[in-house]
Nanobody, 122 residues
């Protein structure tokens, strides 16, 4: 499933970004979708995931209550709203897809986008 992210950029701390990820495959609506991020010098980290219909969502503790994942199956698109960004949110954000919902393991997500850079300056 080809995935294409957009919406990254350079912002000051406290500002917001919304990432988008669009799939060019009709199987999108049957897949769990999520986001991982990789900060400089660190391993990739689970950020958030949503079930195929958006009815269930999960977040890493570091973003729970701050970031919001959502999806629009009619547009084959998943979003990550990121308000109140902090420098520790800096990294490359990857859109991911899986037939399995409820996992934060990298190996459970076979489909990955190319990544979009988010840089938060202090």
């Amino acid at each position: 499933v080809p995935l294409v992210e957009s919406g990254g950029g350079l912002v000051q701390a406290g500002n917001s970004l919304t990432l988008s990820c669009t799939a060019s495959d009709s199987t999108f609506s049957r897949l769990a979708m999520g986001w991982f991020r990789q900060a400089p010098g660190k391993e990739r980290q689970f950020v958030a995931a949503t079930s195929w219909n958006g009815g269930s969502k999960d977040y890493h503790d570091s973003v729970r209550g701050r970031f919001t994942i959502s999806r629009d199956n009619a547009k084959n698109t998943v979003f990550l709203q990121m308000p109140s960004l902090q420098p520790e949110d800096t990294g490359v954000y990857y859109c991911v897809a899986s037939a399995i919902y409820g996992t934060d393991l990298i190996e459970e997500y076979p489909y990955w986008g190319q990544g979009t850079q988010v840089t938060v300056s202090s």
